[in-house]
C-alpha cells in the first residue's frame, strides 16, 4: 500500500495555483481522494498517468466533503468510469447526491446579503458554480471510525470546515490524508480558510484531532504534504 500526492496546477486570477487530491493504492487496485474543480478529469488523468497507473484501475473516489474544489469533476469521473464506487460521510452524502441543499450553498447565499458592492460580482459568480455542479448518487456512506479500503484506512470524523467533513488515517503508514480539516503552510498545519469555516470551534477541535495522531506525513489538499 502507498500514496501518491498529485499536483494539479492551474490558473485563477491569472495566478498560478495548485491543489493536491491524494491516489491510494492498495493490492493494485487504486482510490482517488477528490476530484477537483469542474472539468480537473483530464489534469487528474494526466498526473495519474504519469505516475505509471491505468485508469481501468480506478475502483474508488473518497470525498472529504461537499465544496466546489473537491467535487467538481465527480459527475465526470462517473459518467466515465461508471464502475467507480464512490464514498463520503452520510451527511456529506445528501448534499453531494442533492437531497439537501448544500451548506457552502446557503452560507454563500447569506454571505451575498451583506457582501460590499465591489465583492458582489465575485459572490454572485460563486454561487453560481456551486448551483452547477451536477449532483450525484453515494455509493457507500461511512461513518466516523469505519475501516475501509481492505481496512487498511480509517475514516475519522473532522467536522468543521463543513458539518460532515471526514480525514483519513492510515495506522500502516501513520499518515493523514486530510482533505480540508487542514493545510500546510510554513511548515505548519493550520485551519483550512477559517473564514469559510462552517464552525470555527468544531474545526480547531479537529485540527487538534489530526495533530494528535503524530502522524510522520500529512496529505493535505491545500499546500501539499508535510512530513
Request: aromatic letters at 10%; proline letters at 4%.
Amino acid at each position: 500500500m502507498k500514496i501518491v500526492e498529485l499536483p494539479i496546477e492551474f490558473e485563477f486570477n491569472g495566478q498560478k495555483n495548485y491543489i493536491y487530491p491524494s491516489l491510494i493504492i492498495v493490492n493494485n487496485e487504486l482510490t482517488l481522494v477528490d476530484t477537483g474543480y469542474p472539468h480537473f478529469l483530464p489534469l487528474i488523468e494526466h498526473e495519474i498517468s504519469k505516475n505509471g497507473y491505468e485508469m481501468t484501475q480506478l475502483k474508488n473516489i473518497i470525498i472529504t466533503h461537499y465544496d466546489d474544489d473537491h467535487i467538481g469533476s465527480l459527475h465526470d469521473f462517473k459518467e466515465k468510469y461508471p464502475w467507480i464506487n464512490i464514498i463520503a460521510s452520510e451527511v456529506e452524502s445528501t448534499y453531494i447526491s442533492g437531497e439537501r441543499k448544500s451548506e457552502r450553498l446557503i452560507q454563500a447565499e447569506e454571505m451575498l446579503k451583506n457582501m460590499p458592492n465591489e465583492e458582489k460580482e465575485f459572490g454572485k459568480w460563486f454561487i453560481q458554480q456551486l448551483k452547477n455542479i451536477t449532483h450525484v448518487s453515494i455509493d457507500e456512506k461511512v461513518r466516523d471510525g469505519d475501516m475501509i479500503l481492505d481496512k487498511k484506512c480509517r475514516v475519522v470524523a473532522t467536522p468543521g470546515h463543513t458539518s460532515g467533513h471526514i480525514s483519513l488515517y492510515f495506522p500502516d503508514l501513520k499518515c493523514v490524508i486530510t482533505g480540508d480539516a487542514a493545510v500546510h503552510e510554513n511548515h505548519e498545519l493550520t485551519i483550512a480558510n477559517p473564514h469559510f469555516c462552517l464552525n470555527i470551534e468544531e474545526a480547531e477541535n479537529s485540527l487538534r484531532k489530526i495533530k494528535n495522531f503524530k502522524a510522520d506525513t500529512y496529505y493535505c489538499y491545500h499546500g501539499g504534504k508535510l512530513s
